[in-house]
């Protein structure tokens, strides 16, 4: 299956400063990107499609604003959260489908914002 | 959009027990996925259904899509503590986007 890297695994930051997080599709071409959230023991919440050349396409109720993802490359998506507060620690993770519809997902960013 | 209910939240069995988990949707899906979460983890893609009636199989798990393509299960024969994990089935929408079940965590006692 395709290969999808995501970075950092973990971060702990500050409240009030922000963090970036990269998803890499290593062995295909994505045009699309998807970013979720995932809080623990729960299912996997769809943030935004991330659409390469062009603005990402937010679920409702998710802050553009706060969560800004850039899909400048075929290959690299970024979701940077800002400001970032305790209530934004949690588990993000991207993915990227291949052609038949199968997504593959990065190993996911354990953020704590202290 | 559409939705998809999983059912059970939680299992737990001995080692050697079977397993299923249950996915069902009051739309009509044109595909359903399975997907495999060990705790820590990412989720990893299992398989993916899109015919009616379809039964496919991987080893000790058996997937399959019903009838009427609104429900879907994931049977695991004689369990191992490896099958550890929560599994997900999910629906794909137009443009890829997937819709997730709230997952079955399965525990297996060795």
């Known amino acids: 299956g395709a290969v999808v890297s995501q970075h950092p695994s973990w971060v702990i930051c500050k409240s009030g400063t922000s963090v970036k997080i990269e998803c890499r599709s290593l062995d295909f071409q994505a045009t699309t990107m998807f970013w979720y959230r995932q809080f623990p023991k729960q299912s996997l919440m769809l943030m935004a499609t991330s659409n390469e050349g062009s603005k990402a396409t937010y679920e409702q109720g998710v802050e553009k604003d706060k969560f800004l993802i850039n899909h400048a490359s075929l290959t690299l998506s970024t979701l940077t959260v800002t400001s970032a507060h305790p209530e934004d620690s949690s588990f993000y993770i991207c993915?990227?489908?291949?052609?038949?519809?199968?997504?593959?997902f990065g190993q996911g960013t354990r953020l704590t914002v202290v | 959009g559409q939705q998809v209910m999983q059912i059970p939240q939680y299992q737990h069995v001995q080692e050697g027990e079977d397993f299923t988990t249950y996915c069902n949707s009051s739309t009509t899906l044109s595909n359903i996925q399975w997907y495999k979460q060990r705790p820590g983890g990412h989720p990893v893609f299992l398989i993916q259904?899109?015919?009616?009636?379809e039964v496919k199989k991987q080893k000790r798990l058996t997937f399959q899509f019903g009838e009427a393509k609104k429900n879907s299960s994931l049977h695991i024969t004689a369990t191992q503590t490896t099958d550890v994990g929560t599994y997900f089935c999910a629906a794909r929408g137009s443009n890829y986007k997937l819709t997730f079940g709230k997952g079955t965590l399965l525990t297996v006692n060795p």
């Open positions: 993915s990227a489908s291949d052609l038949l519809g199968a997504a593959f």
């Open positions: 259904l899109v015919k009616s009636g």
